[in-house]
């Protein structure tokens, strides 16, 4: 790369791309225009383009549960039938919030875990400047008491209202969650608590109102809409409640830019598809087995779990639409920390290490331009900069190889509409790794068993097992 760049002056304007709020430099990779021709061509090979026509037309691209996967037309404006139920049901959810919004509710409280709980914590945190002032929002997901405990030391339950997410609405750790919260909160203000500070966002109407809550505090979350694509739903309730409705119109409109941009770019001109092929390159021509996500922006840390599920629960499979064990890898692990944290945990690894790892830093314009936004894009330049030439020295430890790829995507300030555009993005390059890959992206399998496990092992903790290994380790955790 070091020699690609010092031979040609306009490598950067060549491989850089500004769709609306959006800006890519991809300038710093192991490619030549012959090799995005190339990997073009493989997506074309691949009927790429059909099937992104099937994802947004509403065909079944989730072949294993045999439904579509509409999470774009959560933002879509186009009349039909989807988007008519969607814009009636967001209607009644919106009303919800400007009662809420200028109600007696102070504390929010997101009780869910997956995609229930990652896309709402990592939005209501990136988007924090946008904020009501007037309410505070907290979100539990695991069961561990001492979560749940330090929640309720903060709210006042007179003025909370408890959000309880679960699209199967038989997700264990939620609905004990929701369990004990609603014993908690009967004993703090009365029988009618559940009816009074309760709603449900679920696909599973019936089963919430078998559980009490009322049908007008239910809002769905359908079917054909993956957990971890859900933030555009009902499920996104708490970032409605802290930007408003015109807030969440703008997150809305920021991902449907970015639909656009997908399904009519030419793919050498198309943002998710290049990133996409730049990620298929790597992992299967480079045998990279691990990705980088590194925002410089502290509102944006929890953007890591939040792609770490999106991407690794999508195309972390291991068998093609044909049933067949594949010959390849698929998605590498996914890992990175906010900001200049990283460069003094795991950048060690990225520029001397044996792996190859590829990296995209994150970083956002501020209006206010201080000595702190300077500093941090000159961190996040510096890193790009030094993986990409390295450093030759006499002593061989000191010596930094370089060649190494990363990608920089830089935001026109962190706005709602900005937000969208970014994991948008990234849906978009998870579908086109999953196409070339030919794995399901829409199903996770993976994460069954150990959820019908669970119950079992419950029941085993009464002693009731006859698995000798497993007893053994139950009687160590009980002190027997």
């Not at 769709?19 to 493989?42: E, H, K």
């Not at 009501?132 to 561990?144: K, R």
């Not at 007008?216 to 409705?245: D, H, N």
Request: net charge negative; charged share 20%; glycine share 6%.
């Amino acid at each position: 790369m070091r020699d690609m760049f010092a031979q040609d002056s306009d490598r950067f304007s060549r491989f850089s791309l500004q769709v609306d709020d959006l800006f890519l430099d991809y300038s710093r990779n192991r490619m030549t225009d012959q090799t995005i021709q190339l990997l073009c061509n493989m997506a074309q090979q691949h009927n790429l383009s059909q099937r992104i026509e099937a994802l947004f037309n509403g065909e079944a691209v989730n072949t294993t549960e045999h439904r579509p996967a509409l999470h774009t037309a959560l933002r879509d404006t186009n009349q039909n039938a989807v988007s008519d139920l969607v814009v009636a049901e967001r209607a009644r959810l919106y009303e919800f919030v400007n009662e809420v919004r200028h109600g007696k509710f102070r504390h929010i409280v997101n009780v869910g875990i997956g995609g229930s709980y990652l896309g709402p914590l990592m939005t209501t945190h990136a988007l924090k400047e946008f904020a009501s002032p007037n309410l505070n929002f907290y979100f539990i997901s695991c069961v561990d008491k001492a979560h749940l405990d330090e929640v309720l030391a903060h709210i006042d339950p007179e003025t909370t209202l408890f959000i309880i997410s679960s699209k199967s609405f038989t997700t264990f750790e939620t609905l004990l969650n929701a369990q004990i919260l609603k014993r908690w909160m009967e004993e703090k203000v009365g029988k009618n608590a559940v009816s009074n500070h309760f709603v449900a966002v679920t696909s599973a109407k019936d089963k919430a109102q078998a559980q009490g809550f009322a049908a007008e505090r239910i809002f769905p979350v359908w079917e054909w809409v993956g957990g971890r694509y859900s933030i555009w739903s009902a499920i996104g309730l708490p970032l409605i409640l802290m930007i408003g409705t015109q807030g969440f119109d703008e997150f809305l409109a920021g991902a449907r830019a970015m639909d656009e941009h997908f399904r009519g770019a030419d793919f050498d001109k198309n943002m998710p598809v290049l990133l996409a092929l730049l990620g298929v390159w790597y992992t299967n021509f480079f045998e990279a087995g691990a990705h980088v996500i590194a925002p410089y922006s502290q509102r944006l840390r929890y953007l890591i779990p939040y792609l770490q599920q999106a991407d690794m629960e999508s195309n972390g499979k291991r068998v093609s639409h044909q049933r067949e064990l594949l010959p390849y890898q698929t998605s590498p692990v996914i890992f990175g920390e906010a900001g200049c944290n990283a460069q003094h945990t795991y950048h060690q690894l990225l520029h001397q290490g044996t792996r190859l790892i590829p990296v995209d830093f994150i970083l956002v314009k501020s209006p206010e331009n201080t000595q702190q936004d300077d500093v941090l894009f000159a961190s996040a330049v510096s890193q790009a900069q030094a993986l990409m030439s390295g450093e030759a020295h006499a002593e061989a430890h000191r010596t930094l190889p370089g060649n190494r790829p990363s990608n920089i995507i830089l935001l026109n300030q962190l706005t709602p509409r900005s937000l969208g555009m970014l994991l948008a993005l990234y849906e978009h390059k998870i579908f086109v790794q999953g196409v070339i890959w030919n794995v399901n992206s829409f199903d996770q399998w993976g994460v069954e068993l150990g959820k019908q496990l669970l119950p079992r092992i419950l029941s085993q903790l009464e002693g009731k097992g006859d698995d000798p290994a497993l007893m053994g380790l139950i009687k160590q955790y009980r002190g027997t």
